[in-house]
């Protein structure tokens, strides 16, 4: 059973677009919510991460966007580049226990 | 300060053969996490060691598949009796659950080692 589920599998947008990645959760004991991007050849990196005592995080062009009651978060890009071009992960955890992870999505940025 | 390292980087081997990947974590984290990442798929969970607690291997595909752990340092996945649907990247990683809090930090990720069996 996934335990975090991700939409889009794909997704391309023009350069300065805002791509939005969405993630839902089943287990509310969950408490710590981050994104990972990964460029080929390289592990994921952690980008941004929010616990639920909180709406919404933002850092430099990324932000979270967290919705307790419907289990749901997700990640926008603002001002999207080129080099945004990765795969990006959502993950859920439960303090002390294991990371699950989303199926991820690939990120295409054109010029 | 040094990141998640990950031995070899690459490695093929033959169909049937044992193979051993090596993981040192960030020196001090207590949790220590092995995933496979199969070509364009996600990250399927192995298995997590905390501490001194018994790890949690409930994500190993089949008993070709164990790990182990020297206290809260080096780690090893070995996988007995290769077959070509092992072939894939093999990632560790490591975090600290800090003691004050009792909150996880994140996970740091090695860069993988890309398993190929032929």
């Known amino acids: 059973q996934q335990q975090v589920k991700q939409s889009p599998q794909s997704l391309i947008v023009q350069k300065g677009g805002i791509p939005i990645i969405n993630c839902a959760y089943e287990?509310?004991?969950?408490?710590?919510f981050p994104w990972y991007q990964q460029f080929p050849g390289k592990g994921p990196a952690l980008l941004i991460a929010i616990r639920p005592d909180v709406s919404e995080k933002k850092e430099g062009r990324f932000t979270i966007s967290f919705n307790k009651s419907a289990k749901q978060f997700s990640l926008h890009i603002m001002d999207s580049q080129p080099g945004d071009s990765a795969t990006y992960f959502c993950?859920?955890?439960?303090?002390?226990?294991?990371?699950?992870f989303g199926t991820g999505t690939s990120l295409t940025v054109i010029p | 300060g040094a990141g998640v390292s990950q031995s070899p980087s690459n490695k093929v081997t033959e169909k049937g053969k044992d193979v051993e990947l090596r993981c040192d974590p960030i020196s001090g984290h207590t949790a220590l996490y092995w995933y496979r990442q199969r070509l364009g798929q996600g990250l399927e969970f192995l298995i997590y060691?905390?501490?001194?607690?018994?790890?949690?291997k409930s994500g190993l595909p089949s008993d070709r598949f164990s790990a182990e752990r020297t206290g809260e340092s080096v780690s090893t996945l070995t996988i007995q009796r290769t077959q070509q649907e092992d072939s894939a990247v093999y990632l560790c990683?490591?975090?600290?659950?800090?003691?004050?809090?009792?909150?996880?930090?994140?996970?740091?990720f090695g860069n993988g080692t890309r398993l190929t069996v032929t």
């Open positions: 993950a859920a955890s439960n303090t002390g226990n294991q990371f699950y």
């Open positions: 990683a490591s975090s600290l659950v800090a003691p004050a809090t009792g909150r996880d930090s994140p996970l740091h």
């Open positions: 287990n509310t004991a969950f408490d710590y």
């Open positions: 060691f905390q501490g001194n607690s018994a790890p949690d």
